[in-house]
């Protein structure tokens, strides 16, 4: 289960919070910068990366518009009646002070139920999210957490509804199962020195068995977030925060594991589950220790990049058995690992020459090992030729892998067991690409700042085999 918050519109304003409260430090040059909507650090589109635009649009003011409210009633607190005929009732989470954070008594009331349609242009199984609502400026929606199920998909989705921001989880029929509405409350400072605060959600992230929500408060001077873990059955009801509370720059989840990009620059923070135990991970934690932009939990380990100086990066895994993390591997100098990923039972990452002042990578190599969590159980294996790619905006599911070519503007798709490979583009109307949000055996799912797209693997042709 992926969610990149700063792939998503709601996390592409957490980075405000960080430029307002702790990103005064520089710091030095890595691998190569997702700029976000708001310039301030974020994922990489055509022109946020799982996995978004330098020429894309939207400031955390921007992102936090709505009705001011005088205060979070508490979860006790009866029905409060919409303002917008036909919407639901809602009723108040407590999830975090002084953001207003209501649950819908009646989700399908609360959102648009999910329809799609054949994209623009009738490029065979391609099809667009069917955005038939008020949803704002652009995007139009967040990067969207998407699960298998049976034959559909469960979705976790932030878009703009009523003039709200507003979440939901989505069931594989395109029916709500759950629904939260985001309001921003009543500044405290004087009139005089107003300092606006904003209350910002995260995407939900749906997995197999559980769903991560959370709130970010973005402040000058009391910025908070929280965040929780539910089981479907329990979503409206949820009401416990994990140990967690930093502020984040992208999350990605499993249903036992939490990776947070934050609290600081080239930090991490690693939740389990099954020990409720959180762990720090980065820059700041060592004065020898590597710099981490995002981690990827798969079964009872996580994935990511670490950095070292300018250039310089590695593959290296997080273990629930140790709740540590150590380098897994390392590509032959000059070359760097310039992407890391796998979908439990293979090991998928590009080898590259070092990233050059466009900030995009040299020439890459395709490189797969039955997955292994040390160095020692490593069978690497050489592929075939990749693409060349900037940050990297990928994703791993089911025996595929799709990563995106920013220069070419084309996702390419590779099968893990012989690395036959496709590629394909998005249609005209929807080609900013700001996130894969998600592959399997059947389907790429991509965000876009007009939407979501899905694209039907078996819609791609005949491809090309591994020479």
């Not at 998503?8 to 909507?37: D, I, M």
């Not at 009705?67 to 108040?92: F, Q």
């Not at 009401?239 to 080239?266: C, E, Y």
Request: hydrophobic share 35%; proline share 9%; with cysteine.
């Amino acid at each position: 289960m992926q969610h990149d918050l700063l792939a998503s519109l709601a996390a592409r304003a957490v980075p405000l919070f960080f430029a307002l409260s702790a990103l005064s430090a520089s710091c030095s040059r890595g691998a190569p910068e997702p700029p976000s909507l708001d310039g301030t650090g974020g994922h990489t589109a055509a022109g946020d990366a799982s996995q978004g635009s330098t020429h894309a649009s939207g400031t955390a003011g921007e992102a936090a518009t709505g009705a001011s409210v005088p205060g979070d009633a508490g979860p006790g607190a009866p029905p409060d009646a919409s303002e917008h005929p036909g919407d639901s009732t809602w009723r108040a989470t407590g999830w975090l002070d002084r953001c207003q954070i209501d649950v819908a008594d009646e989700p399908s009331k609360a959102l648009p139920h999910l329809r799609w349609e054949q994209c623009p242009g009738n490029a065979p199984g391609c099809t667009s999210l069917v955005i038939d609502w008020d949803a704002g400026n652009y995007p139009k929606t967040a990067s969207p957490s998407v699960v298998r199920w049976g034959d559909g998909y469960r979705v976790g989705l932030y878009f703009e509804h009523r003039g709200e921001r507003r979440t939901g989880v989505y069931d594989a029929d395109g029916r709500p199962l759950a629904a939260w509405r985001y309001r921003d409350l009543e500044p405290t400072v004087p009139e005089a020195d107003p300092q606006p605060e904003y209350c910002i959600p995260t995407v939900p992230s749906v997995g197999h068995e559980r769903v991560w929500l959370g709130a970010q408060r973005v402040s000058v001077g009391t910025p908070a977030s929280v965040y929780l873990v539910s089981g479907y059955d329990a979503l409206a009801t949820a009401s416990q925060p994990i140990p967690v509370d930093t502020p984040s720059q992208g999350l990605h989840t499993s249903d036992d594991t939490f990776a947070l990009s934050g609290p600081g620059p080239g930090t991490i923070t690693i939740y389990d589950r099954i020990s409720n135990q959180a762990k720090m991970f980065g820059r700041q934690s060592g004065s020898d220790a590597p710099s981490f932009r995002q981690m990827y939990p798969v079964g009872d380990h996580a994935l990511g990049l670490a950095v070292f100086e300018v250039g310089t990066s590695e593959g290296w895994i997080w273990s629930r058995r140790t709740h540590t993390i150590e380098p897994l591997l390392r590509a032959e100098p000059p070359r760097v690992v310039a992407d890391i990923k796998s979908d439990g039972q293979t090991l998928v990452w590009l080898e590259a020459e070092p990233y050059s002042d466009d900030e995009l990578y040299g020439a890459s190599s395709l490189w797969t090992s039955p997955f292994a969590a040390t160095k020692a159980d490593l069978a690497p294996k050489k592929r075939r030729a990749g693409p060349i790619i900037g940050y990297p905006i990928s994703a791993a599911g089911e025996g595929f892998y799709a990563v995106y070519a920013i220069g070419e503007k084309v996702i390419h798709v590779y099968r893990l067991s012989d690395a036959h490979h496709w590629s394909f583009k998005t249609p005209p109307e929807l080609f900013d690409i700001q996130d894969i949000a998600h592959v399997d055996s059947r389907e790429v799912w991509v965000w876009v700042r007009g939407g979501i797209v899905r694209q039907a693997i078996s819609e791609l042709g005949p491809g090309d085999p591994a020479p």
